[in-house]
């Protein structure tokens, strides 16, 4: 059996409301990063879906998450989530 991590996920704006207007927390196999993390509430929460893919299943530039505090630049790079984690997520202003 994998060994599992609990991931707790935080969301403002509109990512809370399509998170169902509540904090989550998710449990992962491990290792696991924050596509994986996105991946399993994307499927989970579809409505999620709408708010931070692009269409075209790419994620929008406007979208900034943070891990433990810290910025986390590259969303789809191979830093590892582990347990405890806190994610926060939002959506950057964008427009003018």
Known sequence: MPDLIRVKVKGY????SALGGHD???TLAAPATFADLLDHLVRERGALAQVVLDGREGIRP?????????????VSGPE???DGDEVIMLMAAAGG
């Not at 406007?62 to 590259?74: A, E, S, W, Y």
């Open 13 to 16: 704006n509109l990512i809370w």
């Open 24 to 26: 989550a927390e998710v």
């Open 62 to 74: 406007n979208l900034r998450v943070f891990l433990n505090g810290r910025p986390l630049p590259n």
């Open 80 to 82: 590892q989530l582990n």
